[in-house]
């Protein structure tokens, strides 16, 4: 299966500032994706990370809050931008490796706490 | 994606087999039976996946019924680090072209094995 790491692990930040997230994975995979999981809840699924292209934004969640970036197959970033305390969530890479097309992995999450 | 119906929490004596059920009586034909499990301050760990047969590999079996409108999770001797919230989805593979049927996670069940 595909390692997928993810940086920072956990971040504390102020309000009106923005975070950006990084993952990064061992080997060349098809697809990419963000989740977000809020205190207490389930996961839910922000956008798909497109190389080359725009991200794919599910009912929610737009581009000018979350900008992603995937510039090539094994690496992709999500901003969250202006947070608030509503931000403070974990915030999961997910990836879809080439040749194992029934399997999607998932990072260990970088933990944000907006205050 | 189908819809589907776990229960909230499960017990289980460590040693012995776990069961979880899921119910998805909405299903379609082309969707796939995934489990996942998410251990916490973890990402989401893949477990199985199915059709419509019954599956089996190093971490599980699953128990999917004939007329697919539900399924079981079964782990034949849980330790105590089973314990986790566990995901029954229903997703298709491929949602139109290129497109990745999407994973969606409704609220689990959380298992707890005792000793």
């Known amino acids: 299966s595909a390692v997928i790491s993810q940086k920072p692990s956990r971040d504390i930040c102020q309000r009106g500032t923005s975070l950006t997230i990084q993952c990064q994975v061992d080997s060349q995979v098809t697809m990419m994706f963000w989740y977000r999981q809020q205190p207490g809840q389930s996961l839910t699924l922000i956008a798909t990370?497109?190389?080359?292209?725009?991200?794919?934004?599910e009912s929610g969640f737009v581009i000018d809050k979350f900008p992603i970036s995937r510039p090539n197959l094994t690496f992709s970033t999500l901003t969250v931008s202006n947070m608030s305390p509503e931000d403070s969530s974990i915030y999961l890479c997910?990836?879809?490796?080439?040749?194992?097309?029934?399997?999607?992995?998932f990072g260990p999450g970088t933990r944000l706490t907006v205050t | 994606d189908a819809k589907t119906t776990q229960p909230t929490s499960m017990d289980c004596a460590e040693g012995r087999a776990a069961n979880l059920p899921c119910n998805h009586s909405t299903i379609s034909g082309n969707e796939y039976v995934y489990w996942y499990r998410q251990i916490h301050s973890q990402g989401p760990q893949y477990i199985i996946h199915?059709?419509?047969n019954n599956e089996t590999n190093e971490m599980a079996s699953l128990i999917i019924t004939e007329d697919r409108k539900s399924s079981t999770l079964i782990l034949p001797h849980a330790t105590l680090r089973d314990t986790a919230v566990y995901y029954c989805?229903?997703?298709?593979?491929?949602?139109?072209?290129?497109?990745?049927?999407?994973?969606?996670f409704g609220q689990g069940t959380i298992l707890t094995v005792h000793p």
């Open positions: 997910s990836v879809v490796s080439r040749g194992q097309t029934y399997e999607q992995y």
């Open positions: 199915g059709l419509k």
């Open positions: 989805i229903v997703r298709v593979l491929y949602a139109g072209g290129t497109s990745y049927g999407k994973l969606t």
């Open positions: 990370a497109n190389q080359g292209s725009e991200a794919t934004y």
